[in-house]
């Protein structure tokens, strides 16, 4: 298929460009270049003839229609948005903008695009989402495609805004839509702003490793590389209109999650003396945290036959390793506004 993805120079977009490529997909990278986005993220396919780059702007209907009519894709993997909740608390406007206007453009300039295309039946608009729309999990129970939406954050709250669309333009014009919402990634090429790099790359910089809280904040972990691998399952096998919760089956509190990062840094890079455990240091909670994440994946596995393949231990493994072979791309980003700054407690 010929693929236009959305925000394919950022953490997830890259992963799928990466695959797709690879998987014998034209690709067409979208992506404004905003200051998460690396094109080193994508620089292994980027001599391919299967892939091709357009810097425009989702907020850019203009843009993207002249991007549509260049390109003339079959399939659109819509991965571009604003994502880091601190920054959300901190500037919620940029969230508005992007993930809910700019869905909305896109889908229009898809929509436009497909009617002219005839309205193939074989035309799909693949919105990729997160399991924060649905809120916030006591000590069990679990996020199913139909857990009522609860968002809590300016982030997930636009997120829930963009997938409402996405569905009205399925009921509403009949665009062949498919929709999946993710736990939290990780892996290559994360942005270090998040809480697993900032952890790595504050621990090999002999700095305090923030905790918030108390640490039991609980989250499902998705290595990125198995989350692409879900996205093009679901692209490619999933039911129009239908919605896929795509899960790593690998929760863990914040505090278990750091205490092993430190762990494999001790074994990895170990320090003169001492544990890089020593560095860590609970900091005030995040306004509105919320307690747990957690995804039921039994739709995914059983109508699509899709289950992840890597389990946290090894992921976190594997990350920290990339890590420390590619000191020369995160070196790079130090500098970027936000990086290595505490964010969201103005609320």
Known sequence: M???ITGGAGFIGSAVVRQAVAAGHTVINLDALTYAACLD???SVAGSPAYSFEQADIR????LDAVFARHAPDAV???AAESHVDRSIDGPGDFIDTNITGTYNMLEAARSHWQAQGRPDAFRFHHISTDEVFGSLGATGKFTETTPYDPRSPYSASKAASDHLVRAWFHTYGLPVVLSNCSNNYGPYHFPEKLIP???L???AGQPLPIYGDGSNVRDWLYVEDHADALLTVLQKGGVGESYNIGGENERTNLELVRTLCAILDEKRPKSAGSYADQITFVTDRPGHDARY???PTRIATELGWRPSVTVEEGLEKTVEWY???EKWWRALQTREGVGQRLGIKG
């Not at 850019?60 to 843009?63: C, G, I, L, T, V």
């Open 202 to 204: 504050g621990a090999l």
């Open 2 to 4: 010929k693929l236009l």
């Open 41 to 43: 993220n994508v620089a």
């Open 294 to 296: 957690a995804i039921d």
């Open 60 to 63: 850019d209907r203009a843009a």
């Open 324 to 326: 420390l072979a590619n």
């Open 198 to 200: 900032v952890v790595i």
């Open 77 to 79: 993997m819509h991965l």
